[in-house]
């Protein structure tokens, strides 16, 4: 009989066919699509957004003339959207299927060991996380999502409800008016344009700072895009989860082959673009914020 490494001890892995050893699957493949396809629908929101909000800057007329002109600008930000509204159903309906396949219920779903709804753990975590930063505390033993994680995630689901429905409303007024009043539409400008604003800045510092720029991952965190991690990296970022897999035996069910480097060459070619870019969002946000706000 083979004997289960005991829980905490770092797992020997054996070695995948060209010598390397097998990593761990932190997320699948539609996962990885869903992400990076978000990434580029919420890059092409920014741009066309922040560039119509900001028109009157030299930075947005320029972009402006790359885009096509202010109105083809507009037309991209709308088929952004449109791929945007379609990733998040798509999410849905494999939330759904996940639902049926791995949990058997909503309730052990929402409620169980790997839920992304919020517990009374994430509140301890959160706390022993401000005593580990004052050197009060050791840090604290995240499961398979951490808090901030799931801060993250339901941005995302107050984003879709609010900037979807009121960039709905702003697309087709004239449907809306005809159950809802006028000066809805106003309203519906302004939350549009300033909940934009909001979501843009945080994700690209928040988000971006969380992901990529904490020592321990800096200059950047590539495994949402390759959807693996060492055993090692799980060990230390997860070890509340990676104590369930080895006591439950089931550590070596999620072990896969890494990609070959040239992969990984361009999924960094993509990832830095992708923070090019948002940072520079950032940097042309403020200056107009700063120096030509109006």
Not at 197 to 218: C, D, Q, Y
Request: hydrophobic share 50%; glycine share 8%.
């Amino acid at each position: 009989m083979t004997e289960q490494p005991s829980v905490g001890s770092p797992v020997t892995l054996p070695p995948g066919p060209a010598g390397e050893e097998r990593q761990y699957l932190r997320f699948t493949r539609l996962n990885r699509i869903l992400h990076a396809t978000m990434i580029v629908s919420f890059i092409s929101l920014a741009l066309t957004g922040m560039t119509l909000k900001f028109s009157y800057t030299g930075w947005a007329v320029f972009l402006s003339h790359l885009f096509g002109g202010f109105e083809t600008a507009g037309y991209i930000h709308r088929v952004a959207a449109v791929v945007m509204i379609g990733i998040f159903v798509t999410h849905l309906v494999d939330l759904t299927r996940r639902k049926s396949r791995e949990f058997g219920s909503w309730k052990a779903m929402l409620l169980g060991p790997n839920s992304m709804v919020f517990n009374r753990k994430d509140l301890a975590d959160l706390i022993g996380n401000f005593k580990w930063f004052l050197g009060k505390g050791p840090r604290p033993a995240y499961g398979r999502w951490t808090y901030w994680e799931k801060f993250d995630y339901f941005a995302v689901f107050w984003g879709m409800c609010v900037i979807g429905s009121t960039g709905l409303m702003l697309w087709f007024p004239e449907f809306f008016t005809r159950f809802l009043p006028g000066w809805l539409i106003n309203v519906a400008t302004i939350i549009h344009s300033d909940e934009a604003l909001l979501a843009v800045g945080f994700i690209f510092t928040v988000h971006f700072f969380n992901t990529h720029l904490r020592p321990e991952k800096f200059p950047m965190d590539i495994v949402v895009f390759t959807g693996r991690m060492t055993v090692e990296e799980l060990q230390e970022d997860k070890p509340e989860e990676y104590d369930a897999l080895v006591s439950s035996g089931k550590l070596d069910e999620h072990l896969v082959e890494p990609y070959p480097p040239i992969v990984i060459r361009a999924i960094r070619v993509f990832g830095w673009t992708a923070l090019t870019l948002g940072f520079s969002i950032v940097v042309w946000i403020i200056y107009a914020m700063v120096f030509a706000y109006r």
